[in-house]
């Protein structure tokens, strides 16, 4: 995959059903009630639905800090725990789908390996982003500590966390429209889960 493929994450549009192949058969309408919407992916689905909330909730607090409209010692007692944990487990989160779900889940359909190769390429994409994201927060902490710039930092978190939130938004949803309807047809048993 190509850096300009793997950067498509910010501006493609979302998967056709040449790439989510199983979407028709199984429409986000019938998941919640489906017999083989299983405890695994009703945990994985609760943990993109985590990630949608705290990135969102992220985005909008930098971006009202860069806006001058909080003050910096309760925003930054507000962002870094939230922060850490954002970051801390989408890594883990990108880590266990990568060594543990993809490779099951190429291996039953080979007509998903398009999508699985897209997504992959997210992960590298959005892992930079959350380098970059720990770094400008540091950035930002000691700059507010008189070791250095404050906007500067102050822009590029909001500006970093609106990439990683939308990203993030497009991520999810594409990779749940390849990924829950496998499991559907399927059953997590049937597919070693
Ligand atoms: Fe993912
Ligand atoms: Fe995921």
Redesign the pocket.
């Known amino acids: 995959m190509s850096a300009a493929e793997a950067d498509g994450l910010f501006t493609r549009a979302p998967f056709g059903d040449d790439i989510a192949v199983l979407r028709a058969r199984f429409p986000r309408e019938v998941w919640p009630a489906h017999r083989n919407l299983g405890q695994t992916a009703r945990f ?1 689905l609760d ?2 639905g985590m ?1 949608r909330e705290l990135g969102d909730m992220l985005k909008t607090g930098a971006v009202e800090f860069a806006e001058g409209r909080v003050e910096a010692k309760p925003f930054m007692g507000w962002l870094g725990p939230r922060l850490s944990l954002f970051l801390n487990e989408l890594h883990t ?2 880590h266990v ?1 990568d060594e543990h779900y993809f490779p099951v889940f190429r291996a039953a359909d080979a007509r998903l390996g398009r999508g699985f190769d897209i997504l992959d390429a997210d992960h590298h994409t959005l892992d930079a982003l959350i380098h970059e994201l720990a770094a400008t927060g540091n950035a930002l902490s000691e700059g507010l500590r008189g070791h250095g710039d404050v906007a500067r930092p102050s822009a590029d978190l909001a500006e970093r966390l609106t990439r990683a939130s939308n990203g993030l938004l497009r ?2 949803e594409d ?2 429209d390849i ?1 829950v309807p496998l499991i559907l047809d399927r059953s997590e048993g049937g597919l070693g889960l």
């Open positions: 994985w943990r993109h990630f989160h990108h789908e991520h999810l990779e749940e990924v």
